[in-house]
């Protein structure tokens, strides 16, 4: 599939961006980047120690300037999976829809989110308080924003990693069939 653009993942923490989108890059042969590990490689140092050293803000600065560089990546097409606030800054957001990538909404509900963060405790923003509150209220926040910036949504509830890949690769190429053919009525008209 050489006419797949770059692949962009959005969605809440536990949506599954980084298992889904090494999975996808596999099928379409192409690097993954993730937008957390490369903030971690850049300041030499991992999100819980940015976090605490410079604040959430000083995190979202690092994350655009992130999103800057691979959207300017030069090499062959990529899929990047992003950080799951990736969508709160306006910035971000047109960066996004101005790009000609493709971004995929990998939708979880919170209950989903909650069961697959439980396992690990490098997520900042889920280690003080109620984590299913936290979760609740980002996602109330944040769906809609994820939704303004996607070309496609994918339903990750109820499926194994291998067929929520197969399932976004499916919508791409169904929305991409579906530009196509609105691009070729409107040069034929
Ligand atoms: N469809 C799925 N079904 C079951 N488990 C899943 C699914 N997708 C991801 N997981 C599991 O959920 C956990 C979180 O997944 P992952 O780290 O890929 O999420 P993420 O969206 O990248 O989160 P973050 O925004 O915090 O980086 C992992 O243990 C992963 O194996
Ligand atoms: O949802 C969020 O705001 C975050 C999600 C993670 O991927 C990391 O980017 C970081 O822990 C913040
Ligand atoms: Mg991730």
């Known amino acids: 599939m050489t006419n797949v653009p770059n692949i962009i993942l959005v969605g809440p923490m536990g949506a599954g961006k980084t298992t889904i989108g090494r999975l996808l890059s596999q099928s379409l042969a192409r690097e993954f980047y993730d937008s957390d590990k490369v903030i971690e490689e ?26 800057v560089q691979m959207l300017n990546h030069q090499d062959d097409r990529i899929v990047l999976a992003t950080g799951g606030g990736i969508v709160t800054r306006d910035e971000n957001r047109k ?28 997520r900042p923003l889920l280690q003080n308080g109620n984590p299913k509150a936290t979760l609740k209220k980002l996602f109330q926040v944040r769906d ?31 929305h991409l069939k579906t530009e196509k053919t609105l691009f070729n009525a409107n040069v034929n008209r």
């Open 42 to 67: 850049n300041a030499g140092a991992d999100i819980p120690w940015i976090f605490d050293k410079e604040g959430e803000e000083g995190f979202r600065k690092r994350e655009t300037c992130t999103l």
């Open 144 to 174: 809609p924003l994820y939704r303004e910036v996607a070309n496609v949504i994918v339903e990750t509830d109820s499926r194994h990693p291998k067929s929520v890949a197969n399932k976004a690769l499916d919508a791409i190429k169904r």
């Open 95 to 122: 960066l996004l829809c101005d790009s000609n990538a493709l971004v995929v909404y990998l939708y979880a509900s919170v209950a989903q989110q909650l069961h697959r963060t439980s396992k690990s405790n490098h």
